[in-house]
């Protein structure tokens, strides 16, 4: 884990050499490995470094872009096969924390892709001003918005495509 963000870097070699690539899918599941300790142990520190590596991936990943309607909104990068895993980090910790910042963005961005990346052919015209989305996005972000966490504390979270 790089100290100054709390975002995970890729991977560590048979050689003991860092890859300090920075992937959502990293950070996302050391969120929810955190939280499952938290739950099993009741142990604050696992749920404060979660929290610290849910706050370095937003703002480390989720940059302001322009949309397609000439607009700006926030965006996690165009990687729906890694940003799944960790929106499933962030769900299973705001399940626990109730800080909907961190999800919320995710399901925005699914609900932007819901409305304006859909064609008479199906999803998969870009979402922002140079980033093309992969149909498999739309996908992915159904399977995960469909079952939107609910906070023990705190509201349940839905997107347009559940209230649709």
């Given at each position: 884990?790089?100290?100054?963000?709390?975002?995970?870097?890729?991977?560590?070699?048979?050689?003991?050499?860092?890859?300090?690539?920075?992937?959502?899918?990293?950070?996302?599941?050391?969120?929810?490995?955190?939280?499952?300790?938290?739950?099993?142990?009741?142990?604050?520190?696992?749920l404060r470094e979660a929290q610290f590596t849910a706050k370095g991936s937003y703002n480390h990943f989720?940059?302001?872009?322009?949309?397609?309607?000439?607009?700006?909104?926030?965006?996690?990068?165009?990687?729906?096969?890694?940003?799944?895993?960790?929106?499933?980090?962030?769900?299973?910790?705001?399940?626990?924390?109730?800080n909907p910042t961190y999800i919320a963005a995710v399901i925005n961005n699914a609900d932007f892709a819901?409305?304006?990346?859909?064609?008479?052919?199906?999803?998969?015209?870009?979402?922002?001003?140079?980033?093309?989305?992969?149909?498999?996005?739309?996908?992915?972000?159904?399977?995960?918005?469909?079952?939107?966490?609910?906070?023990?504390?705190?509201?349940?979270?839905?997107?347009?495509?559940?209230?649709?």
């Amino acid at each position: 884990m790089d100290p100054t963000d709390g975002v995970y870097w890729d991977n560590v070699n048979l050689q003991g050499e860092i890859d300090r690539a920075k992937f959502t899918y990293n950070s996302g599941q050391m969120i929810q490995a955190g939280v499952l300790l938290y739950k099993a142990t009741d142990k604050k520190s696992y749920l404060r470094e979660a929290q610290f590596t849910a706050k370095g991936s937003y703002n480390h990943f989720c940059k302001s872009r322009k949309t397609v309607m000439n607009d700006k909104q926030l965006f996690y990068p165009s990687a729906p096969w890694f940003n799944v895993i960790l929106f499933r980090g962030l769900k299973a910790l705001y399940e626990i924390d109730c800080n909907p910042t961190y999800i919320a963005a995710v399901i925005n961005n699914a609900d932007f892709a819901w409305q304006y990346s859909r064609t008479n052919d199906g999803p998969g015209a870009a979402l922002d001003a140079g980033t093309a989305l992969p149909a498999s996005f739309l996908y992915f972000a159904a399977r995960a918005l469909f079952s939107a966490p609910q906070a023990a504390n705190g509201p349940t979270l839905t997107s347009r495509w559940q209230r649709a």
